[in-house]
């Protein structure tokens, strides 16, 4: 069974294993000129002692999300802060490079009326992501609207909504197309295109495939810092 190792990949490389050549250790990527080591057939013991034998230099593999250290939890005072910032307007980036959607402006959404005589002037769309392997729901997925920067994320349950003005002008040409963005490393991305000008949709759901080799990184492993020893007086 893997288990947590004092190691990590800090930038994970896109590139497709299955493109690269096979090797005695791993493969050999073409872009790189260099030998990718293929942790996830190797013990914690066997890592350990391959990284010992490199004494130092470069490694690049590729590893099981869960023989990799977990990431550090955020500091307090690192959520406050970036929650400050999201109240100014800035917006953080995620861990695969990705801006998050901003909140909808002001002119994309309409007050409802009480006229049966007039047209909606709302499109809602509510939706639900799962999993496409397991069909369980996918919490944080980015759905961003058209070609803009603006949309909303999933929740806990992996259901999202949004209430939009048929007049706002990027989905005015009458086509609403939702791009559900997760994590890179385990889902691939997945484009949905309903028609603006219909009555609002029933219950969306959207199932997103795995990303190849689902579960794994690529690329340049770093190892731990041990704790340093305090200041002899």
Not at 90 to 113: D, E, I, N
Not at 118 to 126: F, G, H, M, N, V
Not at 143 to 159: C, I, P, S, Y
Request: some cysteine; charged content about 15%; aromatic content about 6%.
């Amino acid at each position: 069974m893997n288990t947590s190792l004092p190691i990590s990949i800090p930038q994970p490389c896109t590139r497709p294993w299955a493109a690269m050549t096979p090797t005695a250790h791993g493969r050999h990527c073409g872009a790189c000129q260099t030998e990718v080591v293929d942790f996830t057939r190797l013990s914690g013991a066997e890592i350990l002692a391959y990284l010992a034998r490199r004494g130092g230099r470069p490694v690049c593999a590729l590893a099981n999300t869960t023989q990799l250290a977990a990431p550090a939890p955020v500091a307090p005072w690192r959520r406050w802060l970036l929650a400050g910032l999201a109240l100014l307007g800035w917006q953080p980036v995620s861990s695969c490079g990705t801006r998050l959607p901003q909140q909808l402006p002001a002119q994309a959404t309409a007050a409802a009326t009480n006229s049966a005589a007039a047209p909606a002037p709302q499109l809602i769309i509510r939706g639900q992501v799962l999993d496409g392997a397991s069909q369980t729901a996918v919490p944080q997925v980015n759905v961003f609207l058209n070609d803009t920067k603006f949309g909303t994320v999933t929740d806990a349950e992996g259901r999202f909504e949004l209430v939009l003005a048929r007049d706002w002008a990027p989905i005015a040409g009458g086509t609403v197309e939702l791009r559900f963005v997760g994590s890179p490393f385990d889902f691939q991305e997945q484009t949905v295109r309903l028609d603006a000008r219909a009555a609002s949709p029933g219950l969306l759901v959207v199932r997103l495939a795995s990303a190849p080799n689902r579960g794994r990184l690529m690329g340049s492993i770093r190892m731990a810092e041990p704790p340093m020893k305090p200041p002899v007086k």
